[in-house]
């Protein structure tokens, strides 16, 4: 069954520095991986998502993540972290996509919770 | 980007009452909504996937006569949590996929339930 781990329960990092979260499925065939951001009593938006192509995927807010198939990760990252990134990050797998149907559920990770220090 | 829109956002009620959510696609036709549940500093659990015209399907260990979902048009899915508990607390998200784009998902704002 597929899966998302997200090592990193909470993460707290300088403003002003870089930024790496974890991220690791599990996933019989090509996953589409999908990264989300949640603020405090928000909904989520997406930062990006990969489907196939290029392996570095180029997200909002500067943002970035890289596919590795050979290390099953999919890590987001960020080169200088902004005060205002602090949230919830939700690593997300679909499983069975379908185009032609509706099957396109996610599964999450269970977050990272991400601190910035001034 | 399209827009999904979810109401209420919070939501007190006493225990034994019913507690309707909204979830409208408002700039496009969705073909499937999806009903997450999130609790507190946990991941997003699946519940039920809506798809317009029919009934839903929940997820194993969800009751599907405690939350009703309809899902009446190509806009609109209802999450009604029936006889709330205290228990049944938590955050609601609904999601909702593009006809003809099941790769694009859009997320509601989410719905605080808090039961008395």
């Known amino acids: 069954a597929q899966s998302v781990t997200q090592p990193d329960i909470h993460i707290t990092v300088s403003e002003g520095a870089s930024l790496e979260l974890r991220c690791n499925y599990s996933?019989?065939?090509?996953?589409?991986l999908f990264w989300y951001v949640q603020s405090p009593g928000q909904g989520l938006q997406l930062l990006l998502k990969?489907?196939?192509?290029?392996?570095l995927v180029q997200g909002i807010k500067g943002f970035e993540a890289e596919f590795k198939r050979s290390q099953s990760s999919f890590n987001l990252r960020k080169p200088s972290v902004h005060w205002s990134d602090a949230a919830e990050y939700f690593c997300a797998v679909v499983a069975g996509m379908n185009y032609g149907g509706a099957t396109n559920k996610l599964i999450f990770g269970t977050g990272t919770l991400l601190a910035v220090q001034p | 980007g399209a827009v999904v829109s979810q109401h209420p956002s919070r939501v007190i009620c006493k225990s034994g009452t019913s507690v309707k959510i909204e979830c409208r696609s408002l700039?496009?036709?969705?073909?499937?909504m999806f009903w997450y549940r999130q609790f507190p500093k946990k991941s997003l659990m699946l519940m039920a996937t809506?798809?317009?015209?029919?009934?839903?399907?929940?997820e194993q260990g969800v009751e599907k006569d405690k939350f009703l979902i309809n899902h009446a048009s190509l806009t609109l899915s209802t999450l009604t949590v029936t006889s709330a508990h205290p228990e049944d607390s938590s955050f609601y998200i609904c999601?909702?996929?593009?006809?003809?784009?099941?790769?694009?998902?859009?997320f509601g704002s989410g719905t605080q339930l808090s039961v008395l």
């Open positions: 996933y019989g065939a090509t996953p589409y």
């Open positions: 700039d496009f036709q969705a073909t499937t």
């Open positions: 990969y489907f196939s192509g290029d392996t």
């Open positions: 809506s798809n317009e015209g029919s009934k839903a399907t929940y």
């Open positions: 999601s909702a996929s593009v006809v003809g784009h099941n790769e694009k998902l859009f």
